[in-house]
């Protein structure tokens, strides 16, 4: 599973909040698009506040933060920490 530390579920909290989502709100975890870097491997996630997961997503709680995995996620996030890295133009959220 999946494991947000508590500075990432934090700004995710704080981005919902920013949105005016609803308080049960969640985040969902999707493919995202790898810009093509030769020398670099790794997964790319898009981030999105919803009200429900879809279908297929896996759905778990952590941090007070409902956070919903889309199925072809499941697998390859499996043992990855979604953490937050301060960079020069602010918060980077992270997979490491």
Known sequence: MLTLTKKAAALLKAAKAAE???DDAGIRIRKGEMPEMPHESGIAVGLAITDDPEPDDEEFEQEGLRI???DALIEPLDGRIL??????DGPELVLR
Not at 83 to 88: C, E, G, N, R, S
């Open 20 to 22: 005016g989502a609803a």
């Open 68 to 70: 919903f995995v889309e």
């Open 83 to 88: 953490d937050v890295l301060d960079a020069d």
